[in-house]
């Protein structure tokens, strides 16, 4: 199951950087990953992973679809903050994070 998830999320992503040919990430790549990061880590939590998971599996996902480090720091930590968050509704961590 899990890897389906992610196998699934990860697709989506690929799809949309494909089409997206610029050297650099544009807001809109970045927004949709931190979308995609709220929504799985949400997933994960109501399946009861590990928060060292859970930053392992959406943290390969930032890695692979982002280019410029900057935004792969800037989305690593906002994904520390969504994992250490109480909350598991995803409409909640990304109102918090993904602003």
């Not at 697709?11 to 979308?35: G, H, M, P, R, W």
Request: charged share 20%.
């Amino acid at each position: 199951m899990k890897k389906t998830l992610i196998a699934a999320v990860s697709i989506s992503v690929a799809a949309f950087a494909y089409a997206n040919t610029k050297s650099s990430d544009s807001s809109e790549l970045v927004n949709q990953q931190c979308n995609i990061s709220a929504e799985a880590v949400s997933t994960l939590k109501g399946l009861r992973y590990g928060n060292a998971s859970i930053r392992k599996d959406v943290s390969s996902l930032i890695n692979t679809h982002l280019k410029t480090q900057e935004n792969r720091d800037v989305a690593q930590k906002t994904l520390n903050q969504m994992v250490d968050d109480k909350a598991t509704d995803v409409t909640i961590l990304e109102g918090k994070y993904c602003s």
